[in-house]
């Protein structure tokens, strides 16, 4: 394939990654990297004021725009993080994503995300994956909830825990761009995933340790 | 194995992550969510000024120190990204890394990140990895380059391309509390990869896209 075609570009996007307090930043950070490069992409990172927000264990970013300012973007972004729940009873989150999502071209979670889609509406009876502790909380917001590491349906895309958010944008990164280009995109950086453990996720954990971790979530 | 010795507390940690201007962010991201919500861990983000650091596309992060005034931590996060060169002629980094590091548990590095390491003598006859376009690079300032992706090396370990420093992270937590707590906190970041493609290594991916990318890097 000449290189003109691998990188050949297409229309200017705009993709909107989503900060609030509490937010786990790699749930971000995995699909900045991975779509952020793209020669098409514009980022912003939007929340609810200008002042600058702390992540989950004190990495602070500084957005670019509000949610009072930024009324459309093609790709929407929403991180999960131990804030989730705060931010879902404020309402703040979901009430732009009704306002944005019907023109976005793709609207996607990462972790405790989803269950920010779901208060918005957008996966009534939809397939959907979450973190795997809360599978049962994406569930009574009325989603399809599936144990699937990166689930698409139609336009919305979600994936699993955390470290998902990478298999998420590459896979979304297939569908805009096509595979040659995300093909390059996993190589560029260096996505060839080696855990030093086999306990990534609940169907692999020995038993006793999954309890554990499911104990310390819902202790809060 | 009881509760109490899977997350008994050891002595508390801190952990700086270096800050630089077009650093890749996922390289800092990854281990700073692997380690930073280790309950021993006080995180500090260190920068040249108290100015936010604007990262390879666009996500800005806010220091909470600066090299001058930080001179010492328990471990020390080099992360790589664009700006690497740059940052290595002007010095600042290596320099600080020669303040810190004699007195550091772990000195450790993702992607690019090697190469200030070996600026300031750090890698000097030592095995480390880098990422995959800038093995050369790296031989040439004086280390023992490994294709591996994590490589341990007395009190330095070194990860290979952005993805990798969440498993070099993981590695790190094992040898700091011991493999059950990495066990548990790789459970909690679901870190159960699925790339949705085989090209995460020049050793896997297609010639002609190495090539391709390859050239790209060069290009600068």
Same mark, same amino acid.
């Given at each position: 394939?000449?290189?003109?075609?691998?990188?050949?570009?297409?229309?200017?996007?705009?993709?909107? @990654?989503?900060? &609030?307090?509490?937010?786990?930043?790699?749930?971000?950070?995995?699909? &900045?990297?991975?779509?952020?490069?793209?020669?098409?992409?514009?980022?912003? @990172?939007?929340?609810?004021? =200008?002042? =600058?927000?702390? /992540?989950?264990?004190?990495?602070?970013? !500084? *957005?670019?725009?509000?949610?009072?300012?930024?009324?459309?973007?093609?790709?929407?972004?929403?991180?999960?993080?131990?804030? +989730?729940?705060?931010?879902?009873?404020?309402?703040?989150?979901? $009430?732009?994503?009704?306002?944005?999502?019907? /023109?976005?071209? +793709?609207?996607?979670? !990462?972790?405790?995300?989803? /269950?920010?889609? $779901?208060?918005?509406?957008?996966?009534?009876?939809?397939?959907?994956?979450?973190? +795997?502790?809360?599978?049962?909380?994406?569930? $009574?917001?009325?989603?399809? !909830?599936? /144990?699937?590491?990166?689930? !698409?349906?139609?336009?919305?895309?979600?994936?699993?825990?955390?470290?998902?958010?990478?298999?998420?944008?590459?896979?979304?990164?297939?569908?805009? +761009?096509?595979?040659?280009?995300?093909?390059?995109?996993?190589?560029?950086?260096? &996505?060839?995933?080696? =855990? *030093? &453990?086999?306990?990534?996720? =609940?169907?692999?954990?020995?038993?006793?340790?999954?309890?554990?971790?499911?104990?310390?979530?819902?202790?809060?």
């Amino acid at each position: 394939m000449p290189e003109e075609e691998r990188m050949q570009q297409g229309d200017r996007m705009d993709v909107a @990654f989503v900060l &609030y307090p509490r937010m786990t930043a790699l749930d971000l950070v995995g699909p &900045y990297e991975v779509l952020g490069h793209q020669p098409e992409v514009t980022a912003h @990172f939007v929340a609810a004021s =200008p002042e =600058p927000v702390r /992540t989950d264990a004190g990495l602070t970013i !500084v *957005p670019t725009t509000t949610f009072d300012a930024l009324d459309r973007a093609d790709v929407v972004v929403v991180p999960g993080g131990a804030g +989730w729940a705060e931010v879902l009873a404020e309402g703040v989150v979901a $009430a732009w994503l009704r306002e944005v999502h019907p /023109t976005a071209t +793709w609207t996607t979670s !990462v972790c405790s995300g989803s /269950t920010l889609l $779901a208060q918005a509406g957008i996966l009534d009876g939809r397939p959907a994956t979450t973190h +795997w502790a809360l599978r049962d909380e994406l569930a $009574a917001l009325g989603a399809v !909830v599936s /144990t699937e590491r990166v689930v !698409v349906d139609g336009s919305v895309v979600t994936g699993a825990g955390v470290s998902a958010g990478i298999d998420m944008a590459l896979t979304l990164v297939g569908r805009i +761009w096509g595979d040659e280009r995300a093909r390059f995109t996993q190589l560029v950086i260096e &996505y060839d995933p080696d =855990p *030093p &453990y086999r306990t990534g996720s =609940p169907e692999r954990a020995p038993a006793e340790l999954v309890a554990f971790a499911r104990g310390l979530f819902a202790a809060g």
